[in-house]
C-alpha cells in the first residue's frame, strides 16, 4: 500500500518563501506529483519528480530524495493567489494508480 | 478545449437512491479515475480504468459502480446511497505515460441526506 504524509497547514506571507513537505512510504513507486487545488475547484498539475534532485518552474520548485522517501515543494515570492491547498500524489510501479497524501493547506498573509 | 467534463456539478439523495456520475474526456487519455474528497482526507482512489472494457478498484470501492465501454466515458454508479457517501467527486484522465499528469474534471458535490 501507499502512506504519505504532509502537514495540514502552514501560513506564510507575503513575498517569503515557504517549503511543502511530503514523506511517503510505498510498496511501489515511480514518480512523485504535486497540484494544486484552489478552495471549490479541481487540482492542477504543478511539476513532477522522477530522478532524485530539484526541478525548477519559476515560482515553484518540487526536491525529491527517493532513497529517504522525501519530497518538498519550495514557492518563492508568495503572492495572495498562493493560498490553496497542495497536493503531493504518487504514482505506483504499473503508473496505472496515483495515490495522493491528505494536501497541505497554505494561508498567504499580507 | 473541453478536457474533463463532470455532470452534474451538484447532486442532493435520499438514503437508499441510486445515481449515475457521468464524466466524459475528450483528450484520447487511456486511464481515467474516480476520487472521493473529505475534508482532511484528501482525494481517495474509488475505481480506475486502464482503457475501454477494463476497471479496477481503488482505496474505497464499497458503494460504487464504474464501467468503461468506451474510451471517452467512465460513468460512477452508486448503488444505494448512503449518508457516508457525501462527499465532493472528481473524474482524473492521463495518458498511459509514466511520466504524464492527470487531468481533472470541476467535480461533483453530492449530499446523501
Known amino acids: 500500500g501507499q502512506n504519505i504524509d504532509q502537514p495540514t497547514e502552514m501560513t506564510a506571507t507575503e513575498g517569503a518563501i515557504v517549503q511543502i513537505n511530503c514523506t511517503y512510504q510505498?510498496?511501489?513507486?515511480?514518480?512523485l506529483f504535486w497540484y494544486q487545488q484552489h478552495a471549490g475547484e479541481a487540482p492542477t498539475f504543478l511539476s513532477y519528480n522522477v530522478l532524485d534532485g530539484l526541478e525548477e518552474k519559476g515560482r515553484f520548485s518540487s526536491f525529491l530524495s527517493r532513497s529517504k522517501g522525501y519530497s518538498y515543494l519550495l514557492l518563492k515570492e508568495l503572492q495572495m493567489k498562493d493560498s490553496a491547498s497542495y497536493l503531493c500524489?504518487?504514482?505506483?510501479?504499473?503508473?496505472?494508480?496515483?495515490?495522493f497524501g491528505g494536501g497541505t493547506r497554505l494561508m498567504v498573509k499580507p | 478545449n473541453a478536457g474533463v467534463t463532470q455532470t452534474p456539478k451538484f447532486q442532493v439523495l435520499k438514503t437508499g437512491q441510486s445515481m449515475t456520475l457521468q464524466c466524459a474526456q475528450d483528450m484520447n487519455h487511456e486511464y481515467m479515475s474516480w476520487y472521493r474528497q473529505d475534508p482532511g482526507m484528501g482525494l481517495r482512489l474509488i475505481h480506475y480504468s486502464v482503457g475501454a472494457g477494463i476497471t479496477d478498484q481503488g482505496e474505497v470501492p464499497n458503494g460504487y459502480n464504474v464501467s468503461r465501454s468506451t474510451t471517452e466515458d467512465f460513468p460512477l454508479r452508486l448503488l444505494s446511497a448512503a449518508p457516508s457517501q457525501t462527499s465532493v467527486y472528481f473524474c482524473?484522465?492521463?495518458?498511459?505515460?509514466?511520466?504524464?499528469?492527470?487531468?481533472f474534471g470541476q467535480g461533483t458535490r453530492l449530499t446523501v441526506v
Open positions: 510505498t510498496s511501489g513507486f515511480n514518480g
Open positions: 482524473a484522465s492521463r495518458f498511459r505515460d509514466l511520466n504524464t499528469e492527470a487531468f
Open positions: 500524489a504518487v504514482i505506483n510501479n504499473a503508473g496505472n494508480m496515483l495515490t
